[in-house]
């Protein structure tokens, strides 16, 4: 009996697991530099490519996966599947939420440290303005741009000049930028929220290998409590 059960459970992980071993349909580069994803990046307008997800296939052999977005002034936002070295993923995974590379304007170089996604489009007055208002100053984008709020995840989420001029500062300093009380980034309240798929993920893989620990512990106590009563 203690054998078909130990079939059971082999089957039952065995057919858990297949779900993260396929790997996605989307044609894949290997990434092991962040100067990789900067030759994907458009040089002839501001532009940025930022990370949307991350996650790994394979249980035994495992890759792993960055989800990204290239963002343009002068094209629609692309996603991009590509796969990534583990100790890149490992490096980056923190930066979920997060700008990889950007560049500011068309004749300027492309920037590395890590700023919340659109920092780099805020001041750009060919595609927004600035709104001074009782409460403060904030930044807006035109009607026919205003999708970007959308695409970087912003919800009710809007850029001050403070932001603003601390992500000039941190830019000059070629500093990472996580916003102004840290919302930003894997551990960021507003990544948590507006990009979900990651966290989602995590709690169901803990959540089924509870399940799994489950199994073993209580076919442990079936085992244990069958030898003793020979």
């Known amino acids: 009996m203690n054998k078909y059960y130990l079939y059971f459970i082999f089957i039952f992980v065995f057919l858990l697991l297949s779900k993260y071993i396929t790997s996605p349909e989307t044609d894949l580069t290997m990434v092991d530099s962040v100067d990789d994803f900067s030759r994907i990046l458009p040089a002839d307008s501001p532009s940025a490519i930022f990370l949307k997800d991350y996650f790994v296939k394979g249980e035994f052999i495992k890759s792993h996966f960055f989800k990204v977005t290239v963002v343009s002034t002068q094209s629609a936002p692309q996603d991009k599947t590509v796969r990534v070295t583990k100790d890149f993923a490992h490096h980056f995974s923190r930066h979920l939420g997060m700008t990889l590379c950007y560049k500011r304007k068309k004749n300027l170089p492309v920037s590395y440290n890590n700023v919340p996604p659109g920092s780099n489009f805020i001041g750009e007055l060919s595609i927004g303005y600035w709104e001074r ?76 290998w509870k399940q799994i620990g489950k199994m073993f512990f209580s076919f442990d106590l079936n085992y244990f409590n069958n030898q003793s009563n020979f």
């Not at 904030?138 to 932001?163: A, N």
């Open 133 to 208: 208002t009782s409460q403060g100053t904030f930044w807006r984008f035109y009607s026919s741009y205003s999708y970007f709020m959308q695409v970087f995840g912003w919800r009710d989420f809007v850029p001050t000049e403070e932001f603003f001029y601390k992500f000039d500062e941190y830019s000059k300093e070629n500093r990472s930028f996580w916003g102004l009380n840290n919302e930003f980034g894997r551990d960021g309240i507003i990544t948590q929220r507006n990009f979900p798929e990651y966290f989602i993920r995590q709690k169901e893989v803990q959540s089924q």
